[in-house]
Structure formats: C-alpha cells, structure tokens
C-alpha cells in the first residue's frame, strides 16, 4: 500500500453557502502550488465556487476552515496485475480493517469517484466502499464486507468507467437488478436489492474483488484501441518527466 499524505479541509458553515465548488481546480492549484493535495470534499454540501490558493490561505487563517492532515491510498492502475488479483474474504474486522475502510473512502472521494474495491488500492481483501449521493447533497458512505450477488434480473446497459481504467468509458451491459448479500463496517450483515446505477456500481466493484474490470466485456478492436492509447500516454508522461 502506498499512501499520500494530504490536508483535509472542512469549510465552516459562513463560507461559500449555497454555492457549487470547483473541486477539482481547487486540488490542482493547491497540488501544483505546495506539493501537497488538498482534498475539499468534507462533509459540508456548501463549497466555494472560484477557490484559489491565496483565498484558501486566507480563509483557513481566519478560521473558517478546518484543517486535518488525513490519508489517501494510491490507485493502481490498468494494466497493473494487482487488479487482477482475486480477493480474500476478510474474517476478522479488526482495525487495522477500519483503517482500511476509512482510507479507501478518503481516496475515493478524492479521485473523486463513487466506488472504490480494496485491490483497487493494492490489498487483496473482499471490501467495497461506495458513495452514489450526487455531490452537492454531502457523503453517505456505504461499506460491503464479502459481498456477493445472490440473485440478478434483467439487463440495463450504462457508460461506465473506473479509477483503474483512466481516460477510458464504455457501455456495458449488466444484470437491471442484483440482490447483494455482505456485511458493514461492524459485521452486522446486510441484504441490499439493488437497481439502477446502485446495482452497476455494485456490480462493478464485486468484479473488481474478484481480479475482473469493466473493460473485459468490451469489444476485443476496443480494447485493443484503448491498450494502443495508453501506450502513447504512458510515452509522453515518461518524456514529460524526464
Ligand atoms: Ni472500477
């Protein structure tokens, strides 16, 4: 597991209600200015619409901000063989897990992203988290411990993407609805009957716990485009960094 550090800022209640925030221009510009991520996804459902360095400097000298260091994980990345890796089913919630469970979800909303498997992140352990509340209505984290799909209906098709799969999405088909079977965070267990995107997501990340990506049911001609494409971007970010 490999971690980056990065401040966790939470914005006080005066600041910026009723606005929309522009998150990913925050994190880049602070990313870019200090060298360290800055993650403005808190709990708050109010941002800041033009957030700049100097601004944010400013507001958190003031007290308006909450800061707190806190974690992400590094995302591995197709074709890593690590995605390819089958999970374990985790037998023990310990807190070594619970750590684990708060990290994942740091780094997905950081990505920012609506669902995150643990081999995702380089552990090969049965755990999903994922977070389907559109953005301005705050976070509403869910966690699925050994989760499995005990029965499906039906057949949606949906653009989707991954984190591991960059610069990449594809129309997938997938089961309309999925009864899931797992547990929480505290290993009380959970039956969830799923549709719509809640059922995609969920059968997106349990095909991730088991080492299998949305991009293995696209076209082989796709796939092989795709692999064509990252090639070319793996070159150029190899030049641009030497
Ligand atoms: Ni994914």
Redesign the pocket.
């Known amino acids: 597991m490999e971690t980056h550090s990065f401040y966790k800022i939470s914005p006080a209640e005066n600041f910026g209600k009723g606005k929309q925030a522009q998150k990913g221009l925050g994190v880049a510009l602070i990313s870019y200015s200090r060298g360290c991520r800055i993650s403005l996804v808190p709990s708050s459902e109010s941002f800041c619409t033009s957030i700049t360095w100097e601004s944010l400097t400013s507001k958190t000298e003031r007290g308006n901000f909450e800061v707190s260091m806190s974690e992400t994980l590094k995302i591995y990345t197709y074709p890593d063989p690590v995605l390819r890796t089958s999970t374990e089913e985790v037998v023990d919630i310990d807190e070594e897990t619970q750590k684990l469970i708060d990290q994942m979800a740091e780094t997905m909303y950081a990505a920012p992203g609506i669902?995150l498997?643990a081999n995702?992140v380089g552990v090969a352990k049965s755990i999903v988290v994922y977070d389907l509340t559109p953005k301005d209505k705050g976070r509403n984290l869910s966690v699925l411990i050994n989760p499995e799909i005990v029965s499906s209906e039906g057949r949606i098709v949906f653009d989707e993407a991954?984190?591991?799969v960059i610069d990449f999405s594809a129309e997938v088909a997938r089961s309309a609805m999925v009864k899931v079977r797992g547990f929480d965070r505290h290993g009380r267990p959970v039956d969830i009957e799923a549709e719509g995107l809640l059922a995609i997501c969920l059968q997106?990340?349990i095909d991730?716990l088991k080492g299998k990506l949305?991009i293995d049911y696209v076209s082989s001609l796709k796939r092989a485009l795709y692999k064509k494409k990252l090639k070319k971007m793996m070159k150029k970010s190899k030049v641009s960094n030497t």
Request: glycine fraction near 10%.
């Open positions: 669902g498997a995702q991954c984190l591991s997106h990340e991730h949305f």
